[in-house]
C-alpha cells in the first residue's frame, strides 16, 4: 500500500523522461533487486536523507549519460541500473555510506547470490 508520499514520488515521474517501466499501469520489476532498490530510493527520500526532486535529476542525469554513450535502441539499456547509479550517488552525497561500504556490500551480496536466479516471477 502506497501513502501519500509514494504516490507523490511514483506519480511525479509518470511520462517524463525518468518514468519507470510499467505493464498495465502497475511498475514493473523483472529482478528482485529492482524493487528493492526503488523502495529504498523513496523510503530514504522521505526520511530526508534527501530531497525526491534531487534524486530524481541525479536519475535524469545518469540517463542522460548512458544515452551520451549509447544507441537508443542498444540492447544493453537497464533502466533500473541507472535508478541503481543515481541511488548510490544519492547516498554517497547524504554521508549515509562510503565508497567503500558500498564496495564491500555488493562483494558479500554477489558471493551469496552467485549462482541464484533473481527473476521475479
Known amino acids: 500500500m502506497y501513502t501519500s508520499f509514494e504516490q507523490f514520488a511514483a506519480g511525479s515521474m509518470v511520462g517524463s523522461e525518468d518514468a519507470p517501466p510499467r505493464s498495465n499501469g502497475e511498475l514493473l520489476f523483472r529482478r528482485l533487486w529492482e524493487g528493492r532498490a526503488f523502495g529504498i530510493a523513496i523510503a530514504l527520500s522521505k526520511k530526508g536523507h534527501y530531497d525526491w ?3 530524481r535529476q541525479e536519475l535524469i542525469a545518469s540517463i542522460a549519460e548512458w544515452e551520451g554513450k549509447h544507441c537508443k535502441d542498444d540492447l544493453d539499456w537497464d533502466y533500473y541500473e541507472r ?7 544519492m547516498v554517497l552525497e547524504s554521508g549515509l555510506l562510503s565508497r567503500q561500504q558500498i564496495e564491500s556490500r555488493t562483494t558479500e551480496i554477489s558471493a551469496q547470490l552467485r549462482g541464484r536466479t533473481d ?3
Open 83 to 89: 535508478w541503481l547509479l543515481a541511488l548510490e550517488q
Open 53 to 55: 526532486e534531487e534524486f
Open 119 to 121: 527473476e521475479v516471477s
